[in-house]
């Protein structure tokens, strides 16, 4: 299956399920299935929790949101069809709207989850079935609702060519069916889908009251389904939320509701908030951010863990950082792996913040995937050690190529530590004998840039990129960054190696056809291998650690597994 | 008493000095003039000599040295006071381990030679206008006038901000090279268009209560052109407020060159200056405070001793106008 481009121009901001990933929910045991949720240790209610950002939240509409922190934040007023429930650093999959996690009988390609018949908006009415439908129909209408996923219109059956509810006021979606109760749902896919129940805990699964949808306004209040509800939204300045009185805890296993009140506050600047939060001072003693990492702070926290260890958080972000090296124009394959070779992945990661920061990485697929990581040798070399011997085999590469390819355009995102990293990568490169030409790029619309083909474009040849999963298995990584029919003339999609190697493309044929999990996990762990260490069509760098750190009157903070992010929904004011 | 007996003591008593003569007299015994000028010669000097110390520390300045960091904490320098060592003698950068004291030599380099540019285009540009407006009046005044006006009405650094993206794409399509080639060109641009006008008002000043004095007169009664009388009888009369302006210039776009880098639309990374080694070492202020401290102090060294100098010039020249 092939990413569609939306999904990807948002690479870097999603990322999911870093840990307890079990595939085929259809056979798994409804452990979670009813609420409420467990209660979290010591945890006291009342108190308002304050969330202090950067940025507003990009969109708070569930058919537009695709952004990893807010994916998790806005648990707090939507519900859909499955969620990820971390408790206990374990994260599962639970039903939510849903009453259990779905089944199928056709190996994936037909879906039907049973529905709570219960639930109820923040108005007091009861979300239906058709709510839920109408949910997944309107994020049609995607020329209106930009962003999002579009996991809806990738995998559902749409013979009608149905365009969205604005568009078509009577049309339907023929492939999602309510049961004439109302008490469960089928969806019909154009291809088996196994990991299905996991799609469905993004917002194009969420009930909307047709009645109340205001089209692009909606985004701004979103009508509420969960704990909590808006009060008031001021984009750009604050958020408050205030308790959801017709949210029933009995029917919702994945969330709490703690705080009586929850502010969000946006505006802030990195270094600032990050020195506050660093020095507990009085204002953010019961603030946290998710957006806003320990970053050039850390220092000051490596050097006294004690005394931050109950409110610091250092966990492995599933994005993988890495080098794409452009098959289109570096034709070579010894010059490539020359690239890989010449690469220091000890500079790399320092200019990021050193061993804090990242954790190297051999494979686009992490080692949490454990059927799809293998842990290969580039260029046999230990990266640490000696920089020399990598030295002298980048020459040696050099040396065997036929079609040598010394002048690299090296394209780079100018955001954060990317622009030093891609200058040790450059000095590392340059040290072998190439001679790097550096492609700064603005931040808004990166990654458009570097997938463009088009003759006439100038096309970088080595890629600085990062690719954070949609779902932890090792096809929701390479098929977006490898298979070559994610390519078109014009647009390499997220196949910034423009990889398209007959060899490789057959493996891909063969892993299509894989229903089982596990050995799609194997097979394209397989691919990903071959595609480094034979075709060096990339030079994985790091798998990110994010670091946050909380005011010293919270509790409950946790890392969630589903969106692989600092997660203030179980959080309480300690009294 | 005859006169031939008058004379030699005259002479003797009362030296005839030209005004230059008298101001450099009156220089040479400031003491703040001295050090001043000092700590300007002494940056010009390390900037001059950039590429040495480049030889006597055995690196470049943008070379990484990740050996000079401490990899599990964070990437900062290991050792005190930013990683200062027999090595790295102004310590390294953190997270890169570029040595400081070489990225700041060279960044000595740039941020003079911008500034230095900028004032000689602004000075070239000042004088000319300033001298055209005053001698001629009339229409040709008026015209340059709100000309000096408008440019002095607009908020330079916004404006610059502003400009400097547009102007880089224009010298880029018209063939300049990306990056700090055209950049910097841009940059002396676009601090000497803001900078022109407070020169030429002063010369603008000077000239009209020139241009109706006698040896203009004589010049123009003997049948001089206007450009001679502009250039050869008025212009050699102005050297003492354009050498004061000048040096009273020079430390403000200094300033002006750094807050551009800082603002980020200045001197491109990796290309060492003073304004972009200041931007980057904020973020580490509180961990690493060696960092933040010798660029800016320097800077600030340098600004205080241009802005010293210059009055110590204005003071020689024009005793009157004392502080």
Known sequence: MSLSKKAIALVGTLALGATAFVMVPSSQAATAVNGPAPAIAGAVKGGTLTILEQGDFEHIDPARNYVGGTLDFYRFFIRTLTQYRTYNGKTELVPDVAADLGTTKDGGSTWVFKLRTNLKYEDGSKITCADLKYGTMRSYNDAILDGGTTYAHDFLKNPTNFKGPYTEPNGDLKSVVCSPKGDSITYMLSQPVPYFPYVTTFGSFSPVPKAKD???????????????????????????????????????????NYPDKIVVKFGYEQNALEQQLVSDSADVQTAMSTDTGVITNLPKVLANPSAYKSRFFSFVSPYARYLAINLDTVKDVNVRKAIQCAIDLRTILLAAGGTAAGTYSNSLIPSSIKNGYRNFDICGRDVHTKPEAQIAAARGYLKQAKDVKKDLILAYRDKGVEPQRAEAAQQALEAVGFTVTMMKLPRAGYYTRIGQRDAGVVQPDVIQTSWGYDWAASSGIVY?????????????????SRQNVPALQALFAKADMITNPAASDAALGDIDQQAIQDYAAVMPVYFETSNFITGSKLGGVQVDGGYGTISPLAAFVKK | MSLDQLAPASTAGVEGRSPSAMAWERIKHDRTAWI????????????????????????????????????????????????????????????????????????????????????LVATVIGVVVGLLSGFFGGKIDQVLSRMMEIVLAFPSILFALAITPVLENVLESSGLPKGNATRIPVMIMVISTFGWPYIARIVRGQVISMREREFVDAARALGATRLHLVFKQILPNLWAPILVTVALNIPSFITQEAALTFLGAGVIEPTSDWGSMLLASVPFYSVDPMYTFIPGFALFLLVLAFNLLGDSVRDALDPKSSR
């Open chain 1, 214 to 256: 205001t089209k692009q306004n909606y985004d701004s209040h979103p009508v509420s389904s969960g704990p909590y509800k808006i009060e008031s939204y001021n984009r750009g300045k604050n958020m408050t939320l205030v308790r959801n009185t017709n949210w029933d805890p009995a029917t919702d296993p994945a969330r709490w």
């Open chain 1, 480 to 496: 977006a960054l490898l298979d070559g029919r994610t390519m078109t003339a014009s647009d390499s999609h997220s196949n910034y």
């Open chain 2, 36 to 119: 001043s000028g000092g700590v300007i010669f002494f940056f010009l000097i390390i900037g001059i000599i950039a590429p040495l110390f480049q030889r006597i520390l055995h690196t470049s300045p943008n070379s990484f040295h990740p050996e000079a960091l401490d990899e599990a904490m964070g990437a900062m320098p290991i050792g005190h006071f930013g990683g200062i060592s027999s090595t790295h003698w102004f310590g390294v950068e953190p997270r890169t381990g570029r040595d400081i004291l070489l990225r700041f030599v060279f960044g000595a380099r740039t941020s003079l030679s911008i500034a230095l540019t900028a004032t």
